[in-house]
């Protein structure tokens, strides 16, 4: 039978061990007396500087430092737990918690396993482990886990080396010496979860080649780490495709340089990133997906190939997430343009503006201006919406287009904000002057129009005059003839004349595009027809 490890005594090198008290983790400072109080003290800086009291000092003494003038604490080692072994932690989750263990998931960067139809989950039959929040500290004596043979019949026999998937997040671990001496006995070890840990730099990360040789996806999210950290430690992960360190304390992007060159996927949201560093990832030779969302970014600049020392720009991206940043210059979408493979970009809850407001111009905007984009915000882009935003996209700017020089030739300064627009023109022809949409100010979306509907199919029908804000939309515009006529929405279909061009009709075949972006002025008709 196995001894029970679940208190073990205070290791005999405590200082720098992790531990957890009272529910939260702290790294070991101090150990030994602090007057005038008997007996002996743990001096802890604890990952929540706000759970501790002081700097590391009392009475004027300093007997260690923290970070945070509050992260520290004293407590006696009666109260601190510095966990178990891997075994241990094993033993004590699979065989004493099957009705916990069996509905458990393990959530690795991207990728979600499930344990589907397991009666009885035993470490020696299941491709992964899921030991987070167990307070694991290490891997125990040397060669343990490789050589514990499993007490089953031989038929059913397979070794802890089968192991694909280990869940480590929220340990005990404190090196990646002592990781790599858990990882090094499962050398089958793909997905390796780490998040939730503080652990130290190794001072040889080319010993560990063997411990991480086959790892393809790491997972350190909220470890409090550095990217300068990440690219010392990445020689431990030559075949490392997939990585994820959210949260982290990552501001400046240094240029990899000889690592992380197989690398897919790259996640680094909710980082405060210096945006001028964000250009140093571009020479990722196989990076494919890029999460850069809520990390604070208000441009992005990408360097020219030669200045990057690459021939392309970002040569294998295809997948770009930049949700809840504070993007508000149409020059960043440009920038982007410079991306040879991008396909899928997420670009919600940002500032970019339009002249309506209306977030929808806004994404068609982005699709006239990304014209290999497949994906926007995670909807696939059919070819009528794309002809639609285009189409729109060269109304818009048209009057812009026809002021900044002879057609074909427009002048450099409107080629730099709109350097696709000429693309267009060659697509689709120049637009027509009725065709313009003319660029009012903002501040008139809440402008009140004075519109009549007329119906030209129905000569019972009398002319209704409304006066409309500018920023209605046309699909509330439809909901109002609905209530009106008692005609469905959907069997209805807009066009307006205006009183500058009479005899020539525009559609209104847009739901969500408000009469502001129709250039509909006051005294204007709308033309009302349903089947």
Known sequence: MRADRTKPEMPLDPVGKRVSCGGERATVRYVGHVPPYEG?????????PERGKHDGSHEGMQYFTCRNPKGGSFVRPVKVSFGVDFLTAFYMTYQFSTEKVLSEEISISSKRLEWFAVQERRFESLPSIVLNHCEVNGPGAPGEIRKTTPS??????????????????????STWEDVAAITEQLENLEGLQLSVNRISLTSDPWAHLRAFGNLKVLALNTCDITWLQILECAPMWPQLEDLSVENNNITELQRPEGVLETLKCLNLSCNALMQESVCRLSTLPRLEQLDLSSTRLSF??????????????FPALACLNLDHNNISEWCVVNELAKIPFLVKLSCRDNKLPSIDGNPNTVNQIIIAKLGQLIYLNNSEINSEERKGAELDYIKLFGEQWLKAGEPGQPSIAFTRQHPRYQTLIDKYGAPDEGELKKQEPFALKNQLLKITFVFPDDTNQKPIEKKLPASMVVQKVKGLLHRLLKVPSSDLRLTYTSHKMLGTEFDMDGDLKTLQFYSIEDGDQVLVRWS
């Open 40 to 48: 002996l003290w743990i001096g802890v800086e604890w990952d929540n």
């Open 152 to 173: 089953i019949p031989s038929s059913a026999q397979k070794h802890y080396l089968d192991v694909q998937w280990l869940d480590l997040s929220g340990s005990l671990v």
């Open 300 to 313: 992005v600049q990408l360097e020219d190939a030669a200045q990057a020392g690459c021939t392309a720009i």
